[in-house]
């Protein structure tokens, strides 16, 4: 068994990987970190939890623990900040790690502490201990268009995600009065994972994020011009994949299918009046857009069944 400790539980994607990780028939929780719950049980986040669990103790302290595997689920100044202990995979959920370019990291993060390892399991597998994990976006339309990189010069990514992708934090726009019958654009040419999207496929990108009103949940609509097979290429590249789907000609990816999974759907289209390409990917974005994904890495990088403790089957209908 692996000693296993979770910085930031409180938020959704701490709670997401905790979950994981008391299904995982590998991994020893050893630390629950949470700087606001510290000193009480493991009940305070959710009453589900029994007390086999141990309570909440501070980040710091629960990095501390000698754990051999530790999932950071903080912001981006915290992971940023965080000085990995010597041996542990220590996995970030946050996106400080992810951009190579140091100006790049600064210009949209603040700070540049060093990329680590980018872990797109399908794509990009991790390589040592300290990993990346994508960010939700980043994975819907990665998937989506990697597989078609090296035929196309540039995509446009039409993307939109339940409320849960902007946190725990209390802000205007994520209250009901703004989420509930609406749908509405942000962060409009100006998305942290825009870059991190270009960085990876090599290719500039126009990236237009939507919020959605629902609890959880991504579909990422993805539109490039290119004379490939893309059909062909895609369902070669996910041939062997346990997590990601691709979806018979016709059929289109629902989020109903995936919300509270780790899989991915994928759908490969072809618009009849102008030749373009459309690749639509759906997966949750708590899932494989980050706590499903988190683990899947760290069990790549510990040799393990890259399936293990994640949720691969929704509810039929």
């Not at 749908?183 to 990236?207: D, K, W």
Request: glycine content about 12%; some cysteine.
């Amino acid at each position: 068994m692996v000693r296993t400790a979770i910085l930031g539980c409180a938020g959704y994607a701490g709670q997401e990987t905790l979950d994981r990780v008391l299904g995982h028939p590998g991994l020893e929780l050893v630390a629950l970190g949470s700087d606001s719950l510290a000193g009480q049980a493991a009940g305070a986040l959710d009453p589900r939890l029994n007390g086999s669990l141990p309570g909440f103790v501070p980040n710091a302290e629960a990095a501390r623990s000698g754990a051999e595997l530790i999932f950071l689920c903080l912001d981006n100044d915290a992971s940023a900040a965080f000085e990995p202990p010597a041996g542990a995979v220590v996995v970030d959920l946050a996106g400080a790690h992810r951009l190579a370019d140091e100006a790049a990291a600064t210009a949209w993060y603040g700070t540049a502490p060093g990329a680590w390892s980018y872990g797109l399991p399908e794509l990009f597998p991790p390589q040592g201990r300290l990993i990346a994990n994508p960010g939700c976006y980043a994975t819907a339309a990665l998937l989506a268009l990697t597989p078609l990189a090296g035929s196309i010069s540039g995509a446009v990514i039409d993307a939109k995600s339940g409320v849960s992708g902007a946190g725990k934090s209390l802000k205007a726009s994520s209250h009901a009065g703004s989420v509930l019958e609406n749908l509405s654009p942000y962060a409009v040419g100006a998305h942290r994972h825009a870059p991190e999207i270009a960085q990876q496929l090599g290719l500039r990108v126009c990236f237009v994020p939507h919020l959605l009103p629902v609890r959880r949940g991504l579909l990422a609509t993805c539109y490039v011009q290119t004379a490939a097979d893309a059909r062909a290429l895609i369902e070669e590249a996910y041939s062997a994949s346990p997590v990601v789907r691709v979806l018979p000609m016709g059929l289109t990816p629902e989020l109903g299918r995936v919300q509270g999974t780790d899989t991915a759907e994928l759908g490969i289209f072809t618009d009849g009046e102008t030749g373009t390409t459309i690749v639509i990917c759906a997966l949750d974005n708590l899932g494989k857009g980050a706590a499903g994904q988190a683990v899947q890495n760290a069990n790549l990088a510990l040799g393990l069944p890259q399936t293990d403790g994640l949720r691969l089957h929704g509810v039929p209908v």
